[in-house]
């Protein structure tokens, strides 16, 4: 199992247009991937601007469909909304144990 956690900065005239994509993404991953158990959108509380993704993916192979699937592209054309580069935090989980999490059929 492979848990992550992206940190992104977000140009506060363009926060719709991010939202908007990274809701299709969230939504998409979580519907239509059979290898994603978790798409999390978070805005921090203290900076309306700071968004973290909690994302969870049963393995690499898995963590690469997600990056082929047409809603991760939706996501990717709004690369611009971003202010400064992704923070990107990868682990392993521990607890729940990998076979408490469901994975879409």
Same mark, same amino acid.
């Given at each position: 199992?492979?848990?992550?956690?992206?940190?992104?900065r977000?140009?506060? #005239?363009?926060? %719709?247009?991010?939202?908007?994509?990274i809701?299709?993404?969230a939504l998409?991953?979580e519907? &239509?991937e !059979?290898?994603?158990?978790?798409?999390?959108?978070?805005?921090?509380v203290?900076?309306?601007?700071?968004?973290?993704?909690?994302?969870?993916?049963?393995?690499?192979?898995?963590? #690469?469909?997600? %990056?082929?699937?047409?809603?991760?592209?939706?996501?990717?054309?709004?690369?611009h909304?971003? &202010?400064? !580069?992704?923070?990107?935090?990868?682990?392993?989980?521990?607890?729940?144990?990998?076979?408490?999490?469901?994975f879409?059929?």
């Open positions: 199992m492979i848990a992550m956690w992206i940190k992104v977000v140009k506060p #005239e363009l926060r %719709r247009e991010f939202l908007d994509a809701e299709v993404d998409g991953s519907r &239509d !059979p290898g994603c158990a978790r798409f999390n959108v978070l805005q921090d203290d900076d309306e601007n700071v968004y973290y993704f909690y994302e969870v993916y049963k393995d690499k192979a898995a963590q #690469e469909a997600h %990056r082929a699937a047409p809603h991760y592209a939706v996501w990717k054309a709004a690369a909304t971003l &202010d400064g !580069p992704t923070e990107r935090v990868e682990t392993c989980t521990v607890f729940p144990a990998a076979s408490d999490y469901w879409p059929a």
